[in-house]
Every structure is written in structure tokens, then in C-alpha cells.
């Protein structure tokens, strides 16, 4: 039983070697070349996965307290509009390298407001996080089609578009960006008091409270952290793309929580690693640029992600079982 539990807590890791061994032997034997060996395809592999993960940052800390977080994903539409916007204006009344600063604080600050209403209305007035983030799903996607006046909005700015398509020593800024945050939410979740208390609230809210955690206090900071999370990155998808759009996050959402789940959080909080999210999304990303690289119709990737969600939602059932017996 500890072999399977452990081998349970490492199903991502094991999902991702899986997905290598098959990729790597179609390539081999359809097409006699290699999948992982190609630089091009590893770096399309990782920049497929840096938006996903960095939503899915945010939701590990939520869904590790026994939360979720439905809204992130317009969240990051709504931060991508505001920051193409902001670099435009700013870019009318000074040089580039400032008003791309402009356009990334305006990105960032404006996701705070529906992380802070999202605590509130959960923390404060206990509405369910499913409700809560539910209905600021809509009042974020509203407000950034209303602001982009339901088209994109592209942005004309040399610095901005050197931040979403540049290279750092050959390696695409955006995923040195992404590392650094990762690193960054690694620490904060696995080495300060801050991550042992939000993994104290998943276990059991009541000890946590008789504990001495402010319960109510903690789970706001955890929902305004996923927003900025979803801030940052509707910031680096105006970048890349130099458009801003509304519906930027939409397609992402389901990829962010999967990512969380694949990656062994527990949808009944208190387990879960930032590392694992990182196989998640790597899983995720594999699967979509795999099956791409395989001629297999796109559709099929809604339908492979279910799958292994389901697989993963069916390994910690399991997981938990066997912890009970």
C-alpha cells in the first residue's frame, strides 16, 4: 500500500514519462525522426505551457485550502486588454521602455480588484468558491469585452512585443519569466508560514482556526494571489500575441485546474505541490503539441486532458483510501 501511495503522489511525473516513451517511438517509427531530441519542438512544448501554468500557480495555493477558482480565466482576459490598452496610451506620451512598464503595473493592478472581491465574497460572506468565482467569471468577462469594445486590441510597442517573442541566452523570455515566478511560488508554498497554513486551512479549517490562523484573513490573500497569477499572465499573452483579448483566458481555464489536479493536489485540499503543477501542465502541453505533431485531429485533445483528468481524480480516491485504511 505505501508503494501504491507513493507511486499515487508521483502520477504526474509518471503521466509525462509515458507521454515521452509514446511520442518518442510514433516519431521513430512513423516518421523516423525524433519527438523530444528536436530543440524546435521542446521550445514549442514549454511555451505551450507557460500560460496554463501560470493560472494553474495560483489555483494550486486555492485548491490546496479546499478552494477553487472559476474566474481566472477572464481574469487573464481582463488583465491582457487593460495592459494592450495602457501601453498604447502610455506610448503616446513617452518612450517605449516606460510605457511598457505602464502597460504590465496596469495589467497586474487591475486583476487585483476581482481577486480582492472574490476573498471578500468567500471569506467574509461565505459564499460558496464555486458561486462566488462563478459570478465574477461573468462580471470580469463582461467588463473586458466592454473594454475592448468586444474586439482585440493590438499593441505597437517594441519592447512589449521583445517581451512576449525575445530570447534570454536563446530561451524564450516568456518561459524565464515563468521559471522565475515558479521558483518564486515554489518558496512561498513550500518554505514559509504562509504555504504551512494554507495547507493547514485545506486539511481542517476548525484546527487550522483553533490553531491561531485567521482563516478569513488567509483565504483572501489566497484568491487575490490567483488573481495576480491570472494578471501575469494575461500580461505575457498581450506580449506574445502584442493584442490584447477578452477571451484570452477562456480556453485556459480547464487547462490550469487540470494541470493542478494531474499534478496531485487534492480537490479535498490540504495535498499538493507547485512542482507537481508543473508536470501538469507539462502533460498538458505535451499532449496538445503531441498530438499535433501526429496529425491527429485538435478536438482530440479536449478529449485526451478529460481522460486524464478523470484518471487522476480516480488515483486520489484512491489515494485517500487506502491513507483512511
Known amino acids: 500500500m505505501r508503494v501504491i501511495a507513493k507511486l499515487a503522489q508521483l502520477r504526474a511525473w509518471l503521466f ?38 501560470l493560472l494553474a500557480l495560483g489555483s494550486t495555493f486555492v485548491i490546496i485550502s479546499g478552494g477553487i477558482d472559476l474566474s481566472i480565466g477572464f481574469i487573464m482576459g481582463l488583465s491582457a486588454v487593460v495592459a494592450a490598452h495602457a501601453t498604447n496610451l502610455a506610448g503616446t506620451a513617452m518612450p517605449p521602455f516606460p510605457a511598457m512598464l505602464v502597460g504590465i503595473l496596469a495589467g497586474v493592478a487591475v486583476s487585483t480588484l476581482p481577486g480582492i472581491i472574490n476573498g471578500l465574497l468567500i471569506a467574509k460572506l461565505q459564499v460558496p468558491p464555486f458561486i462566488g468565482t462563478l459570478g465574477m467569471f461573468g462580471v470580469a468577462r463582461g467588463t473586458a469585452f466592454l473594454i475592448a469594445g468586444g474586439t ?70 489566497l484568491y487575490l494571489l490567483s488573481a495576480l497569477c491570472a494578471g501575469l499572465g494575461g500580461v505575457l499573452y498581450a506580449a506574445r500575441f ?25 480537490l479535498f485540499g490540504g495535498s499538493g505541490t507547485i512542482l507537481g503543477t508543473v508536470a501538469g501542465a507539462l502533460v498538458i502541453a505535451v499532449i496538445q503539441y503531441g498530438l499535433v505533431f501526429i496529425n491527429v485531429e485538435p478536438f482530440w485533445q479536449f478529449v485526451a486532458v478529460g481522460v486524464v483528468i478523470i484518471i487522476s481524480v480516480l488515483v486520489d480516491q484512491t489515494q485517500h483510501r487506502l491513507g483512511d485504511r
Open 242 to 266: 502584442t493584442a490584447g483579448a477578452a477571451q484570452a483566458g477562456e480556453p485556459l481555464l480547464l487547462d490550469s485546474i487540470a494541470a493542478v489536479v494531474i499534478g496531485g493536489a487534492s
Open 152 to 221: 482585440t486590441v493590438p499593441v505597437s510597442n517594441s519592447w512589449f512585443a521583445a517581451l512576449g517573442n525575445g530570447r534570454v541566452l536563446g530561451v524564450p523570455t516568456v518561459v524565464v519569466v515563468a521559471v522565475l515566478f515558479l521558483l518564486a511560488m515554489h518558496y512561498l508554498l513550500s518554505q514559509t508560514r504562509f504555504g504551512q497554513h494554507t495547507y493547514a486551512i485545506g486539511a481542517s479549517e476548525n484546527a487550522a482556526a483553533r490553531a491561531g490562523i485567521d482563516v478569513s484573513r488567509h483565504k483572501q490573500k
Open 16 to 53: 509525462l514519462a509515458f507521454l515521452v516513451v509514446f511520442f518518442e517511438v510514433w516519431a521513430q517509427v512513423a516518421y523516423q525522426t525524433t519527438f523530444f531530441g528536436s530543440a524546435y519542438n521542446l521550445q514549442s512544448i514549454t511555451i505551450f505551457a507557460v500560460a496554463p501554468l
